[in-house]
């Protein structure tokens, strides 16, 4: 089992800057061998990848609307993902979440490929 922990959300407003963080933790977990990746999911909409990032952090991936505006990017030595959300948007206000999976292509944007998720952390962006 792997349990995952965001925090970092809240309510800003348009063009300011939130940073989400993701704690993984686990019996005999070893990040290193897990995807991970932000998903987000506003009312009366599907859940949507935000962005994915490979096991050793070396390439990361993300929706078209969020490029050039997000970044995402992991610590393993820390057992941590981080979400960067610049220039946010009214439009990105959902709640975001963490996922993992030790089997998912790093380039999945289907949440029904990731077995792992936290709870969840509330982003609201005011205009």
């Known amino acids: 089992q792997v349990q995952l922990v965001e925090s970092g959300g809240g309510l800003v407003q348009a063009g300011d800057s939130l940073r989400l963080t993701c704690v993984l933790s686990?019996?005999?977990?070893?990040?290193?061998?897990?995807?991970t990746g932000w998903f987000r999911q506003a009312p009366g909409k599907e859940r949507e990848l935000v962005a994915a990032?490979?096991?050793?952090?070396?390439?990361?991936y993300y929706a078209d609307s969020m490029k050039g505006r997000f970044t995402i990017s992991r610590d393993n030595a820390k057992n941590t993902v981080y979400l960067q959300m610049n220039s946010l948007k009214p439009e990105d206000t959902a709640v975001y979440y963490c996922?993992?999976?030790?089997?998912?292509?790093?380039?999945?944007?289907?949440?029904?490929?990731?077995?792992?998720w936290g709870q969840g952390t509330q982003v609201t962006v005011s205009s």
């Open positions: 990032i490979t096991r050793s952090g070396s390439d990361a």
């Open positions: 686990g019996r005999t977990f070893s990040i290193s061998t897990y995807v």
């Open positions: 996922a993992a999976d030790k089997n998912v292509r790093s380039t999945s944007r289907n949440p029904a490929e990731f077995d792992y």
